[in-house]
């Protein structure tokens, strides 16, 4: 594996390189993981791909010095000056968080990208916490106020929750993971950075039929935070170039017991 780092504006950007195949991937993860979260294929991947795994902006080791916003348009110009990647095709595969990144930078590039491979992603259907909290600078005033002065945010979602007005599994990961007041900012920092990531899913279906693109969707039976239902939906209309994996896992899908099914699916 070879660790290096690009210069882009103010920051720093680390990526991960592994791999000796003919064929080019992009690994994008999720929310509060990094590109060492694709390490489980390398095993399994290294001898039909070369596989770039990139850190986000505010994950792992890139250093981000930049202003709270990261567009398509700073993915784009990122990726291209990987010199592994320049101008190449290439595979796409994104997990999460790292999907809505996917949809998008397909929405960017449809005819770069080869295969578009989607695990348990984020963006196909946007949460309408997420949106009033970052699409709108009222939202996104109230939802920095509330990660500074949580105590009323944990009592309400408390009571949606036995209203059933709050997906369990997005309870419980609030419950659990923003207790501590740096991981609180940290997600305000990360979704405010991240907000302009927004995919038009009507459009991106429309390239995937247009552009005959292999779409591998890839969710956890067991999964409470993104529901494989969604991808139901989605597969819908394009059949014919979108196959739906649904494993026995909850939404933690890169972990070595999930590692061989995916990489067979490639």
């Not at 390398?42 to 791909?49: D, G, I, K």
């Not at 552009?211 to 014919?240: A, H, P, W």
Request: charged share 20%; proline share 3%.
């Amino acid at each position: 594996m070879r660790d290096n780092f690009i210069t882009y504006k103010k920051s720093g950007i680390h990526y991960r390189a592994w791999g000796s195949g003919t064929k080019l991937l992009l690994c994008l993860h999720g929310f509060g993981e990094t590109a060492h979260s694709f390490n489980v294929f390398e095993p399994l991947l290294c001898e039909a791909y070369t596989v770039i795994a990139v850190d986000m902006p505010l994950h792992g080791e890139t250093l981000w010095n930049d202003d709270l916003l990261f567009t398509v348009n700073d993915i784009a110009t990122v990726i291209d000056n990987i010199p592994e990647m320049h101008k190449r095709n290439f595979s796409l595969m994104g997990y999460s968080m790292g999907g809505r990144i996917a949809l998008q930078l397909y929405q960017y590039l449809p005819g770069r990208i080869e295969d578009l491979i989607l695990i348990a992603p984020d963006g196909i259907k946007i949460n309408i916490w997420y949106r009033f909290a970052t699409q709108n600078r009222l939202g996104n005033l109230i939802f920095k106020h509330i990660m500074k002065n949580p105590a009323i945010f944990f009592k309400v979602t408390t009571a949606l929750k036995k209203l059933g007005m709050i997906n369990i599994g997005v309870y419980n990961y609030v419950h659990i993971h923003l207790q501590d007041a740096d991981m609180r900012m940290r997600l305000y920092n990360i979704w405010t950075t991240m907000r302009r990531i927004k995919p038009d899913i009507p459009i991106v279906k429309s390239l995937i039929a247009t552009n005959s693109t292999r779409v591998i969707l890839i969710y956890g039976r067991f999964d409470r935070v993104i529901q494989f239902t969604t991808g139901e939906k989605f597969k819908k209309g394009i059949e014919n170039f979108c196959s739906l994996h649904i494993l026995n896992s909850g939404h933690r899908m890169l972990a070595e017991k999930n590692a061989a099914a995916i990489a067979t699916l490639l």
